[in-house]
């Protein structure tokens, strides 16, 4: 079958708190999302990347991007991650088989290897469902009260974080995300249609840009990468 990859980036980066959207912060002299970008054309088997820009973005026009013609642009981008995604599988979805294998990767997780898409492709494609990657809870969980006390102790044994990439196939996910619009990833449409999706163990160096110390982390894991 075909796979393509969906690079929601239409996000502001609210909790980074700096005044461009955090895929487009420096990180080791490129903006975040061009190694996101490169990591995935990395990856042979993807026909297409397909990126979702806000529809008012007005920074992508400023970089010079990777002159490969599996890199596509869709200024569709929702308010919310999974209308940016919902919207652009509707688009995606009139050109590509239903059966097409789609894996959604969020822009700010940009130490991404193309070995572990690689993997996930490996570990997957013969799938009914598909899967995520993600990696088993460390630290012993504790929820919290409104005092800020703990309320609960929760086990941490079965429980897993989840990362991305999330692969579907196209027609299965679009119906999902149409029919469970409020979710924040798109194992959870799939979850709430009944499907059960298969972790695929990954590390913490996927983990995703969001608070403003987390740029130098990223900036030591692809420069230890390329070491
Ligand atoms: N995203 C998107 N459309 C949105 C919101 C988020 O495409 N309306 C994208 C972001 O650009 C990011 C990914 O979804 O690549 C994961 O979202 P998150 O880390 O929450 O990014 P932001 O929403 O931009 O950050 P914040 O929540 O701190 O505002
Ligand atoms: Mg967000």
């Known amino acids: 079958s075909r796979f393509h990859a969906l690079v929601p980036a239409a996000g502001s980066g609210s909790r980074m708190g700096a005044p461009h959207p955090k895929q487009y912060l420096d990180l080791l002299g490129l903006p975040v999302i061009r190694h996101t970008i490169d990591a995935l054309l990395a990856v042979e088997r993807l026909e ?11 920074w992508w026009a400023q970089y010079d991007w990777p002159h490969d013609p599996r890199l596509q642009v869709l200024m569709c981008g929702g308010a ?15 050109y ?14 940009a130490c991404i290897s193309s070995a572990v898409v ?12 598909g899967g995520l ?8 969980l ?3 009260d409104k005092q800020g006390r703990v309320a609960e102790t929760i086990a941490r044994d079965g429980l897993w974080q989840a990362q991305t990439p999330q692969m ?8 999902a ?7 924040t990833d798109e194992a959870s449409a799939m979850e709430a249609c009944g499907h059960r999706p298969r972790l695929v163990p990954s590390d913490a160096s996927n983990f995703k840009v969001t608070f403003p110390e987390d740029l130098a982390m990223a900036a030591r894991i692809l420069g230890a990468a390329r070491e």
Do not use: C, N, Y
């Not at 590509?96 to 997780?109: F, I, K, Q, S």
């Not at 690689?118 to 469902?129: G, I, N, Q």
């Not at 995300?177 to 979710?183: D, F, I, K, Q, R």
């Open 48 to 58: 297409t990347v397909w990126i979702v820009l806000a529809p008012d973005d007005v």
């Open 80 to 94: 919310t991650r999974a209308e940016s995604v919902t919207k652009a599988l509707e688009m995606i979805a009139q």
């Open 96 to 109: 590509v088989p239903d059966d097409t294998w789609m894996l959604v990767h969020d822009a700010a997780r």
């Open 118 to 129: 690689d993997r996930m492709l490996e570990a997957l494609s013969e799938d009914p469902v």
């Open 133 to 140: 990657l993600a990696v088993p809870v460390a630290d012993t």
């Open 142 to 144: 504790k929820r919290a």
């Open 168 to 175: 579907f196939r196209i027609g299965m996910l679009r119906d």
């Open 177 to 183: 995300l149409a029919a469970h619009p409020e979710v």
